[in-house]
């Protein structure tokens, strides 16, 4: 197919559900891609904060090929080794307790929303959530985002979400009562702009769950498998929730959702109340086993806490140069660069020049590497970056035609 096929396939055949931008990808290796024009792209947003092991990595790679060869799915009323291997895997990596699979973000929000009504016996259902979260798009997890913008033409929505502004404990204490199950947050809001969870709010989240009896839900869909330096970033704070949620890094690029529940609560999930076709099938679980293998074999959990410093002192620098850049904030390779003007033509400079990074929240530019980039390429993607701000920037271009 052509270049000009594949846009009119897709502009008569594919829902227009994304923006997308004119390039049409053939290849990836680590944080290069590389287009059907053979064009090389920089890529530091890999997947949608998927790929935190890069594009199509060596140990992903045999991982599929070997298991491709073998069996690729079997439905779960029957057991499998790989399934098997990566639930014990995810136990020793986060806390104790059982998995349940399924195949993305959403999917394993709603389970941590079904989960939370079992917890409730139907007396306790609501679930607090917080501003500018987003736990994905299907209709429960959809109502557990806190943005209107998702949820605009789709009500009525799934009841029992209770919405409070992030990082505020005492907003959160006002908002529980006799009917609250759970309190679900991302420790670092993604989608929301790269707002970092303060070490005593999680504490304090912590304590609340513990005095009246609710779940702590993590939305680690974004931050988990190293994205922040830590396998997840509960980690960084001290403190263990009662259910985390993960996909994206998860399967290495194949996709793989899940939800784990502390051993205390894992007898409420019983046979026939939950389920999907493909969850954990012997060929994503055997990808995921390859991906976190490559996270540890390569020291990715390392490499992200010491480049996200390092990425971060950079972008500082820039921002004493330019007064656009209001804040850089983050956690490991997790970061945000707030400006005073849209990002949008930034972000399309960047993307011009060979740079992929994303936009979110209209002014803040998202930055999430693959963990295994070096050096060299973070500052070849700087270079490019500050080209493009000094570009975009209006204090810069004044007077220019
Ligand atoms: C924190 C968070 N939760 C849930 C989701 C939804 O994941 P998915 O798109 O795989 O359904 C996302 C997706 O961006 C996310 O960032």
Redesign the pocket.
């Known amino acids: 197919m052509t270049k000009k096929e594949v846009f009119e396939c897709y502009d008569q055949y594919v829902f227009p559900t994304y923006t997308r931008l004119p390039a049409i990808f053939v290849k990836g290796k680590g944080s290069v891609l590389t287009d059907i024009d053979g064009k090389k792209y920089m890529d530091l947003f890999p997947g ?3 790929s935190n092991v890069g594009h199509c990595h060596p140990k992903v790679m045999a991982a599929v090929r070997d298991q491709i060869n073998k069996l690729i799915h079997i439905p779960n009323n029957f057991f499998g080794i790989n399934q098997a291997r990566l639930a014990r895997e995810l136990v020793r990596l986060a806390f104790p307790g059982k998995v349940f699979f399924c ?7 709603e389970a941590a929303i079904k989960f939370s009504r079992l917890f409730g016996k139907g007396e306790r259902f609501e679930i607090i959530t917080t501003l500018n ?6 209709m429960g ?1 959809l109502s557990a985002t806190g943005q209107e913008k998702y949820q605009r033409g789709f009500a009525p929505l799934p009841a029992g979400f209770v919405t409070v502004p992030f990082n505020d404990i005492n907003a959160v204490r006002s908002a529980v009562n006799e009917r609250t199950a759970a309190i679900m947050i ?1 420790p670092v ?3 929301g702009g790269i707002n970092v969870a303060d070490v005593p709010y999680m504490k304090a989240l912590r304590e609340l769950c513990d005095e009246r009896g609710l779940l702590l839900i993590l ?5 988990g498998f190293g994205r922040t330096g830590k396998m997840f970033a509960f980690q960084h704070y001290g403190i263990e929730p009662d259910i985390i ?1 993960m ?2 890094g998860l399967g290495g690029g194949l ?1 793989i ?1 899940a939800m784990l529940a502390c051993s205390k609560h894992a007898h409420l999930l019983q046979p026939g109340m939950h389920g999907t076709t493909f969850g954990g099938s012997p060929l994503v679980a055997k990808a995921a086993l390859g991906a976190l293998e490559a996270i540890a074999k390569d020291k990715m959990l390392k490499n992200s806490r010491v480049l996200g410093v390092y990425l971060t002192e950079k972008l500082n620098a820039m921002k004493s140069r330019f007064p656009i850049i209001k804040e850089v904030r983050g956690l490991g390779l997790m970061i945000g660069v707030e400006l005073t003007i849209e990002g949008k033509g930034i972000f399309e400079t960047c993307f011009q020049n060979g740079l992929i990074i994303n936009c979110t929240q209209g002014k803040v530019l998202r930055i999430m590497p693959a963990l295994n980039i070096t050096r060299k390429q973070l500052d070849k993607a700087l270079d490019i970056l500050e080209k493009a701000i000094l570009k975009n920037d209006p204090s810069k271009n004044r007077g220019s035609a």
Request: hydrophobic share 25%; proline share 3%.
């Open positions: 949608w904060g998927v195949n993305s973000g959403a999917e394993a929000n979260s987003f736990h994905g798009r299907t997890a991302e809001q993604g989608e939305d680690e869909v974004q931050t949620t996909a994206k996709p959702g």
